[in-house]
């Protein structure tokens, strides 16, 4: 009898100390999915997870399984490990440094794009380096609707095509410009070309467009 108490004593604990990390699963996708804009039913779509599942998610009355988190948090282009992991303290300050080739997101002979923007955060606006090659070019298909792009050239001179529209920059200049149409920035010198690029997403494109 004592051994049967001492299971059970042992198993409510275990509800208990679960209690918390189902709270904060719940807690992060209503936040993530408010702070994104979408619907349940948008975020349904995306994840592959139903509506009312989503639903009794974030309410906090069922605990998601493994299969369901991954998939929502697949949706919010995370890990299953960002989703469901406690925050811990971490430093106020977080630096990129130049060697980390985790943050080179293209390498080849015509250019070279490393994000500056944190790898982990959700976010609406993205900060890249771009640098191109004499004669290189970055040709972009349109961006979700309502994106838009900032460009400013730290070397050398680049001809931007948004839309049915171009424009020729050199150092020091900088341009905003539709990227939910197909554009292109394509260098124009004889040396190379390095710009610095901001996306920026959503809601944010919208209000400030």
């Known amino acids: 009898m004592k051994r049967k108490q001492a299971k059970t004593a042992q198993a409510g604990s275990l509800s208990h100390a679960a209690e918390p990390l189902q709270q904060l699963v719940c807690d992060r996708v209503k936040g993530m999915r408010r702070d994104k804009g979408w619907t ?37 282009g995370l890990s299953l490990g960002d989703l ?5 303290s971490a430093p106020k300050i977080e630096v990129i440094r130049h060697s980390d080739r985790d943050f080179l997101f293209r390498d080849d002979p015509q250019c070279r ?3 500056l923007s944190p790898l982990h955060l959700e976010k609406d606006v993205e900060f ?11 040709v972009s298909s349109p961006h979700y609707e309502g994106t838009r792009e900032f460009l400013t050239i730290e070397e050398g001179s680049v001809r931007l095509t948004s839309g049915d529209e171009t424009r020729d920059l050199s150092k020091g200049d900088s341009a905003h410009y539709p990227a939910d149409v197909p ?27």
Do not use: C
């Open 113 to 115: 794009i490393r994000t």
């Open 84 to 88: 469901v992991d406690a925050p811990a």
């Open 40 to 76: 349940l039913e948008q975020l349904a779509s995306l994840s592959g997870v139903s509506r009312s599942m989503l639903s009794q998610i974030e309410r906090g009355a069922a605990n998601p399984t493994l299969g369901v988190a991954y998939r929502i948090a697949q949706a919010f």
């Open 128 to 138: 890249y380096e771009l640098t191109l090659k004499p004669a290189g070019a970055l």
């Open 183 to 209: 554009h292109k920035i394509e260098n124009i010198g004889k040396g190379r070309a390095v710009a610095f690029l901001v996306d920026i997403y959503g809601r944010l494109a919208t209000r400030r467009g």
